[in-house]
């Protein structure tokens, strides 16, 4: 089993940056593949980014994609996600997820974090 605990959320402006750290404690962190999901207020939880266990392969959503970085850091069991030119609508609660099978997929992850807030203004 493994903890997941989300840190870096806040309030930014339209066009800044933020980025978002995700440590895990508990089991054999490099094993597991991670993801990156988001829930704005109304809104069903998506999908925004994966990386798998080795760091070799990563996915992104659309929306996202060529602004968003997902990056992990093995030694220091954190995976992380900067963020950049953010805008209103990245506005979300941000939760990280372990997947143990490794992969760098956009559903069926096993353990999840609490979420951090961000929150983009105009």
């Known amino acids: 089993q493994v903890q997941l605990v989300e840190s870096g959320g806040g309030l930014v402006q339209a066009g800044g940056s933020l980025r978002l750290s995700c440590a895990a404690s508990?089991?054999?962190?490099?094993?597991?593949?991670m993801g990156w999901f988001r829930q704005a207020p109304g809104k069903e939880r998506e999908f925004v980014a994966a990386i798998s266990w080795g760091g070799d392969r990563t996915s992104y959503a659309n929306s996202v994609k060529g602004r968003f970085t997902i990056s992990r850091d093995n030694a220091k069991n954190t995976v992380y996600l900067q963020m950049n030119s953010l805008k209103p609508e990245d506005t979300a609660v941000y939760y990280c997820?372990?997947?143990?099978?490794?992969?760098?997929?956009?559903?069926?992850?096993?353990?999840w974090g609490q979420g951090t807030r961000v929150t983009v203004s105009s």
């Open positions: 997820a372990a997947d143990q099978n490794g992969g760098a997929k956009n559903y069926g992850y096993d353990y």
């Open positions: 508990g089991s054999t962190f490099s094993s597991y593949g």
